[in-house]
C-alpha cells in the first residue's frame, strides 16, 4: 500500500493512509508452528494481519521514510512504480481492502478456533 497522490482530489484531507502501513503477502499458517510464529509477530503493536479473498497479508505500520510532516511525497516525480501503481479512490481510504483483521494473537485464536467450529 502506497501512494500518497500530490494534488490528487481524492488524496485531500487523507493521513496517507498508503505511507504509513507497508503490507507484505504471506502464506496462510499450515502448521502449528506456524501458527505459533504468526502469533508472536502479532504481539508486536506495529503488526497485523489480515485476510483478503483467501490471501493473506503482513500489516507493519510505519511511515514511509520520504513522507514530510504534512503527508506528502517528498520524492513524488521519483516514487516507486509500486506507489505509481496505486492510485485513488481505488485505496484503503475508499473501501475495505480486507475480509478479516487479526490484530493480536487472541484474534488468530479465535478466528482458528471459529473456522474448527464450522467443520
Ligand atoms: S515514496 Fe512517496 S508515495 Fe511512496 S510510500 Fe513513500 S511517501 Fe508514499
Ligand atoms: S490512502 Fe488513498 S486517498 Fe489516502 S493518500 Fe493514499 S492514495 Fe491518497
Given at each position: 500500500m502506497t501512494g500518497k497522490i500530490k494534488n490528487n482530489k481524492?488524496?485531500?484531507g487523507?493521513?496517507?493512509i498508503c505511507c504509513t502501513?507497508?503490507?507484505m503477502g504471506i502464506g496462510k499458517p499450515a502448521n502449528p508452528k506456524e501458527v505459533e510464529d504468526l502469533k508472536w509477530q502479532l504481539q508486536f503493536d506495529t503488526v497485523k494481519v489480515y485476510i483478503s479473498k483467501n490471501r493473506w497479508y503482513q500489516l507493519?505500520?510505519?511511515?514511509c521514510i520520504y513522507l514530510s510532516e504534512d503527508n506528502f511525497c517528498?520524492?513524488?516525480d521519483?516514487?516507486?512504480k509500486k506507489c505509481r501503481d496505486h492510485n485513488p479512490p481505488n485505496c484503503e481510504r475508499f473501501g475495505k481492502y480486507y475480509d478479516v483483521m487479526l490484530e493480536n494473537p487472541k484474534d488468530l485464536e479465535k478466528?482458528?478456533?471459529k473456522k474448527k467450529r464450522k467443520k
Open positions: 481524492y488524496c485531500r487523507c493521513p496517507a502501513n507497508l503490507s507493519v505500520e510505519g511511515r517528498t520524492i513524488y521519483h516514487r516507486p478466528y482458528f478456533a
